[in-house]
Nanobody
Framework: QVQLMESGGGSVQAGGSLSLSCETS????????MGWFRQAPGKEREAVAR??????LWYSGSVKGRFIISRDAENTVYLQLNSVKPEDTATYFC????????????????????WGQGTQVTVSS
């Protein structure tokens, strides 16, 4: 059974930094894509960042220049949150997709195959 487990969430003051990690168990190959999503109370889930096994990166406009996604060879994906703002407060989820995708991506991540349970990030002003 494939499981993704996030860690590293917590509380941070605006302008600070936080690091999230997501480890995979139960999957022997390398996911083609791994990504991070977030969902704030009362809002839809939104894509934050994505990284492919070829090193291709994508960031949402709201975090570009502040967040950094990376991954290792063992299906662990990281998200470095810098210069955080109160509007970054949300539950952050990692996700993984097995195979390459040649068409577009939905905002809510329907293209992903596996999801973590989420970790809470709270940014105070």
């Amino acid at each position: 059974q494939v499981q993704l487990m996030e860690s590293g969430g917590g509380s941070v003051q605006a302008g600070g930094s936080l690091s999230l990690s997501c480890e995979t168990s139960g999957y022997r190959d390398r996911f083609f894509y791994m990504g991070w999503f977030r969902q704030a109370p009362g809002k839809e889930r939104e894509a934050v960042a994505r990284i492919s096994s070829l090193g291709e990166l994508w960031y949402s406009g709201s975090v570009k220049g502040r967040f950094i996604i990376s991954r290792d060879a063992e299906n662990t994906v990281y998200l470095q949150l810098n210069s955080v703002k109160p509007e970054d407060t949300a539950t952050y989820f990692c996700a993984a997709r097995e195979f390459i995708r040649v068409s577009g991506w939905s905002a809510e991540g329907a293209e992903y195959d596996f999801w973590g349970q989420g970790t809470q990030v709270t940014v105070s002003s």
